[in-house]
């Protein structure tokens, strides 16, 4: 064999093994999906989604985890959206690059990478009882904004870069000040980037469990909450729960709370693509 | 009463009259984009810039506290190597620096749009498709609607770095037009590596060696008879 054959025959080897990695991923997810669909997707109707939790597992709903999640999510994004962006315009557009800047830089990107019942126990400590919000939606839309503040910052940091320099002269240069750059040239071409990452840091905030549980959402809620002060149980936990008890009617419950639970995140996936998508067109380089 | 000057800046002294073209040429690399940027502050951005000398426009030192860089670079316009028009429309690229001024008044804007772009030679091209995407423009006419954008504010000087360097010869010849047309109105600074633009368009020419200004005089003695041994090597073809 020469080493032109010698090399093709790599080149295929790691095609089939590429292949293989590939198909692994997906059929792992695609087993868990089956499951869970054969699984949950009998018990689903209106009832389910309308009752409250409860000692039968015939009756029992995720009304007030539902309700919850959206609250939280609604919450987390009003707190860490603006707080985010803006953070992220000032690293990149403003703010110096020297020496600090660059330890600055390197601490937020491991403020991703810490465990998230840390922060559980950062808003325990801030939130629940310095500032005596208790277990309320706000603490723990507060805490996970904490959460995902890092993975926003950094997203928009991307965004902005991806903006060719050429286009921040020539605004510049047009006698624009530094904000007039960013609102009216950085932040429309870089929408579509910036939309991806607040996107994907609520879907991390949405599957969060252990901050939650630590700041005090509840396992057993029987209300609606109606206003930010109001104590609260997410989807998550109400999983959690359910996957805990010995009835084998839970585990059904779990299994459709499941499936709810990925059917808001794929909506809130696709009404990213749809704006990323949407954006693009109107800019392209 | 001298238009630009500049004292002080490395080892060069000069000035630039009102209503000339002056070309810099030189070597890639000897620092003539980067001198040309030190009149809109365009350096500013970068952290380590720092600057010695004195700069200044109709008197007025630029480089003064007291100066609002957006005010000068209303009145000392830009255009670039590259074409870089805004992902926008036509339309909105010719406005844009009338808008961040926050006039909004559509006649006025309409008419600015109508005479920029006859200024900059493109009317005729592009009249019927305004609200098309600047993007969708050729380069070279991407190039005349940058030139545009900047004579919408009517700045009295126009600094051009290598302007046509991206375009092809039948596109480089109608911005060398431009540029001779555009003389009666502006004061024009030009960057170019290409000594023949330079010899065709300028009026005065200053050579660029190793960071330095080399030499500084009228482009017929530049091109003929420099008094530097450098600039004759450099012009003749012998090196860069």
Same mark, same amino acid.
């Given at each position: 064999?020469?080493?032109?054959?010698?090399?093709?025959?790599?080149?295929?080897?790691?095609?089939?093994?590429?292949?293989?990695?590939?198909?692994?991923?997906?059929?792992?997810?695609?087993?868990?999906?089956?499951?869970?669909?054969?699984?949950?997707?009998?018990?689903?109707?209106?009832?389910?989604?309308?009752?409250?939790?409860?000692?039968?597992?015939?009756?029992?709903?995720?009304?007030?985890?539902?309700?919850?999640?959206?609250?939280?999510?609604?919450?987390?994004?009003?707190?860490?959206?603006?707080?985010?962006?803006?953070? %992220?315009?000032?690293?990149?557009?403003? %703010?110096?690059?020297?020496?600090?800047?660059?330890?600055?830089?390197?601490?937020?990107?491991?403020?991703?990478?810490?465990?998230?019942?840390?922060?559980?126990?950062?808003?325990?400590?801030?939130?629940?009882?310095?500032?005596?919000?208790? %277990?309320?939606?706000?603490?723990?839309?507060?805490?996970?904004?904490?959460?995902?503040?890092?993975?926003?910052?950094?997203?928009?940091?991307?965004?902005?870069?991806?903006?060719?320099?050429?286009?921040?002269?020539?605004?510049?240069?047009?006698?624009?000040?530094?904000?007039?750059?960013?609102?009216?040239?950085?932040?429309?071409?870089?929408? %579509?980037?910036?939309?991806?990452?607040?996107?994907?840091?609520?879907?991390?905030?949405?599957?969060?469990?252990?901050?939650?549980?630590?700041?005090?959402?509840?396992?057993?809620?029987?209300?609606?909450?109606?206003?930010?002060?109001?104590?609260?149980?997410?989807?998550?936990?109400?999983?959690?729960?359910?996957?805990?008890?010995?009835?084998?009617?839970?585990?059904?419950?779990?299994?459709?709370?499941?499936?709810?639970?990925?059917?808001?995140?794929?909506?809130?996936?696709?009404?990213?693509?749809?704006?990323?998508?949407?954006?693009?067109?109107?800019?392209?380089? | 009463?001298? &238009?630009?000057?500049?004292?002080?800046?490395?080892?060069?002294?000069?000035?630039?009259?009102?209503?000339? $073209?002056?070309?810099?040429?030189?070597?890639?690399?000897?620092?003539?984009?980067?001198?040309? /940027?030190?009149?809109?502050?365009?350096? =500013? *951005?970068? =952290?380590?810039?720092?600057?010695?000398?004195?700069?200044?426009?109709?008197?007025?030192?630029?480089?003064?506290?007291?100066?609002?860089?957006?005010?000068?670079?209303?009145?000392?316009?830009?255009?670039? !190597?590259?074409?870089?028009?805004?992902?926008?429309?036509? *339309?909105?690229?010719?406005? *844009?620096?009338?808008?961040?001024?926050?006039?909004?008044?559509?006649?006025?804007? =309409?008419?600015?749009?109508?005479?920029?772009?006859?200024?900059?030679?493109?009317?005729?091209?592009?009249?019927?498709?305004?609200? =098309?995407?600047?993007?969708?423009?050729?380069?070279?006419?991407? !190039? /005349?609607?940058?030139?545009? /954008?900047?004579?919408?504010? !009517?700045?009295? $000087?126009?600094?051009?770095?290598?302007?046509?360097?991206?375009?092809?010869?039948?596109?480089?010849?109608?911005?060398?037009?431009?540029?001779? &047309?555009? &003389?009666?109105?502006?004061?024009?600074?030009?960057?170019?590596?290409?000594? !023949?633009?330079?010899? /065709?368009?300028?009026?005065?020419?200053?050579?660029?060696?190793?960071?330095?200004? $080399?030499?500084?005089?009228?482009?017929?003695?530049?091109?003929?008879?420099?008094?530097?041994?450098?600039?004759?090597?450099?012009?003749?073809?012998?090196?860069?």
């Amino acid at each position: 064999m020469n080493s032109s054959q010698k090399n093709r025959l790599k080149d295929n080897a790691f095609k089939y093994f590429g292949i293989g990695c590939t198909l692994f991923g997906l059929l792992m997810l695609a087993i868990f999906l089956g499951n869970i669909l054969i699984e949950g997707i009998g018990r689903i109707d209106w009832g389910f989604i309308t009752s409250f939790p409860s000692r039968n597992p015939g009756k029992a709903g995720i009304l007030p985890a539902l309700i919850g999640t959206l609250w939280i999510m609604g919450l987390t994004a009003i707190i860490a959206i603006p707080l985010g962006i803006s953070a %992220g315009i000032y690293l990149e557009e403003y %703010g110096k690059k020297n020496r600090l800047a660059n330890i600055l830089e390197i601490n937020i990107s491991n403020l991703a990478g810490v465990p998230s019942i840390i922060y559980g126990l950062l808003g325990l400590e801030i939130f629940g009882r310095i500032m005596g919000m208790g %277990g309320s939606l706000l603490a723990g839309a507060s805490t996970l904004s904490l959460l995902i503040l890092p993975i926003i910052i950094v997203s928009t940091r991307e965004a902005l870069k991806a903006v060719p320099t050429s286009i921040k002269e020539a605004s510049f240069a047009m006698g624009a000040s530094k904000w007039q750059t960013v609102w009216y040239q950085l932040l429309p071409a870089s929408f %579509g980037g910036i939309v991806t990452g607040v996107i994907l840091a609520l879907s991390r905030a949405i599957g969060e469990t252990a901050p939650l549980i630590v700041i005090g959402a509840l396992a057993y809620v029987p209300f609606v909450p109606s206003s930010p002060a109001d104590e609260f149980s997410v989807l998550p936990i109400q999983i959690f729960n359910w996957i805990g008890r010995p009835q084998k009617g839970f585990a059904i419950n779990a299994a459709s709370a499941i499936i709810i639970l990925l059917l808001v995140t794929f909506i809130l996936n696709g009404f990213a693509m749809f704006l990323r998508n949407r954006w693009q067109r109107k800019v392209k380089w | 009463m001298n &238009k630009l000057e500049a004292k002080n800046v490395n080892v060069f002294y000069g000035a630039i009259k009102p209503n000339t $073209v002056t070309a810099f040429i030189g070597p890639s690399g000897c620092g003539k984009s980067t001198f040309l /940027r030190l009149f809109n502050r365009m350096n =500013d *951005y970068i =952290d380590v810039f720092r600057m010695n000398g004195i700069i200044s426009i109709d008197g007025k030192d630029i480089y003064d506290k007291n100066i609002r860089v957006e005010e000068l670079r209303k009145q000392i316009g830009m255009v670039f !190597q590259k074409p870089n028009p805004f992902p926008k429309s036509i *339309y909105e690229n010719v406005v *844009y620096g009338l808008r961040i001024q926050g006039i909004k008044d559509k006649k006025i804007l =309409d008419e600015t749009v109508e005479t920029a772009l006859q200024q900059a030679a493109l009317w005729e091209e592009v009249k019927d498709k305004l609200k =098309d995407s600047a993007l969708a423009l050729s380069g070279g006419q991407q !190039q /005349r609607l940058c030139i545009a /954008r900047t004579l919408a504010v !009517q700045p009295t $000087v126009i600094l051009m770095d290598e302007p046509a360097s991206a375009l092809d010869p039948i596109s480089t010849a109608k911005i060398e037009d431009l540029i001779y &047309k555009l &003389k009666s109105k502006y004061t024009i600074v030009i960057v170019t590596h290409n000594m !023949q633009q330079a010899g /065709r368009i300028s009026d005065k020419t200053a050579f660029f060696y190793m960071g330095e200004m $080399v030499e500084f005089d009228d482009t017929k003695i530049i091109f003929t008879n420099p008094k530097q041994e450098r600039t004759l090597n450099y012009v003749t073809g012998r090196f860069g």
